[in-house]
Every structure is written in structure tokens, then in C-alpha cells.
């Protein structure tokens, strides 16, 4: 007899504990509900970083058509450079032309001091 009232004694707390739990689990439905509010001030701040996307594009576009402007400028003074050297070159060939033709004269110049030293050596032995 002794040995079946603690059998029954046992199972009565058994059945204390699992009424704890029943209101442990009502505790937690709270705090999901919590959860859900922030999500919704996540959705927010999204929102803003999208507007700033955009403007920072348009500033991007104003830079590129600046450097177009810059090349087309430059190709214009290499043209100039070029008509420049050819106009030097013509030059060079007329000094050279012009120095030849001093040196021809001069050439034909002792030439003619020279012939005329012979021809006067020449008239002193006729005479």
C-alpha cells in the first residue's frame, strides 16, 4: 500500500510542470508582434538612399561632355604645327641654294685672277 500512494504523488507534480509551460509559450506570440514593427522602418530609410542614387548620375553626365570639348580642341593646334615645319623646310632649301651660288661665283672668280696672272707672265716674255 505503502508503495502506491508515492506512485501517485509523483504523477501529480508531473502535471504541476506542464501547466508552466502553457504560459511560458503565450509570453512569445508578444514579442513577434514587436518584430513586425520594425520592419516597416526598415521600408523607409530604403527609400531615401534611392533618391540620392539619381542625382549623383546626373553629375556624372555633365563631367564626360566636358572632355569631349578638351579633344576637339587639341586636334586644331596639331594642324597648325604641321603647316608650320613645311613653311621652315622651304626655307632651308632657299639659304642652301643661294650659299651654292656665292661658291660658284667665288670658283669663278680665282679663275679669272688666275688666268690673268698667266697672261701677264706671258706678255712680259714676248715683249
Known sequence: MKMKKKKKMKK????KKKKKKKKKKKKKK???KKKKK???KKK?????KKKKKKKKKKKKKKKKKKKKKKKKKK???KK?????KKKKKKKKKKKKKKK??????????RRRRRSN???SGARDLCV
Do not use: Q, R, T
Not at 12 to 15: A, N, P, R, S, V
Not at 44 to 48: G, H, I, N, T
Open 75 to 77: 586636334k586644331k593646334k
Open 38 to 40: 520594425k520592419k516597416k
Open 30 to 32: 508578444k514579442k513577434k
Open 117 to 119: 696672272v698667266i697672261m
Open 100 to 109: 651654292k651660288k656665292k661658291k660658284e661665283e667665288m670658283k669663278k672668280m
Open 44 to 48: 523607409k530609410k530604403k527609400k531615401k
Open 12 to 15: 501529480k507534480k508531473k502535471k
Open 80 to 84: 597648325k604645327k604641321k603647316k608650320k
